[in-house]
């Protein structure tokens, strides 16, 4: 397993979830990892990316909600998500593919294999 998700459960609409995905020490260290969701019937899309150094980029749906963070020590990501609505409900997975390397002038970040995790269930009932 490289990357493991958890986290996911059932709650009700207003009430609060928060999500963890640490990568396998296998992995090169990660520079960027991301949450994405696949609701029933609908394409998976991206929820939040997070990239080593603090940057963040958030979907139009769940700004001001969620709030997605990382720790470059442990390879892992966080998804805190708030104010959870019943169409947040999906299968959610985290994902990475962009990896620091070993330069002569330092670690490089760069694009590498596409990974994701198994996914998480979270159920928002209203």
């Known amino acids: 397993v490289q990357l493991q998700a958890s986290g996911g459960g059932l709650v009700q609409a207003g009430e609060s979830l928060k999500l963890s995905c640490v990568a396998s020490?296998?992995?090169?260290?990660?520079?960027?990892m991301a949450w994405y969701r696949q609701a029933p019937g609908k394409q998976r899309e991206l929820v939040a990316r997070w990239l080593s150094g603090g940057s963040t980029i958030y979907a139009g749906p769940v700004k001001g909600r969620f709030t997605i963070s990382g720790d470059d020590a442990k390879s892992a990501v966080y998804l805190q998500m708030s104010s959870l609505k019943p169409e947040d409900t999906a299968v959610y997975y985290c994902?990475?593919?962009?990896?620091?390397?070993?330069?002569?002038?330092?670690?490089?970040?760069?694009?590498?294999?596409?990974?994701w995790g198994k996914g998480t269930q979270v159920t928002v009932s209203s």
């Open positions: 020490r296998s992995l090169l260290p990660v520079a960027a």
């Open positions: 994902e990475t593919d962009r990896y620091y390397y070993c330069s002569i002038s330092g670690p490089v970040a760069a694009y590498g294999m596409d990974y």
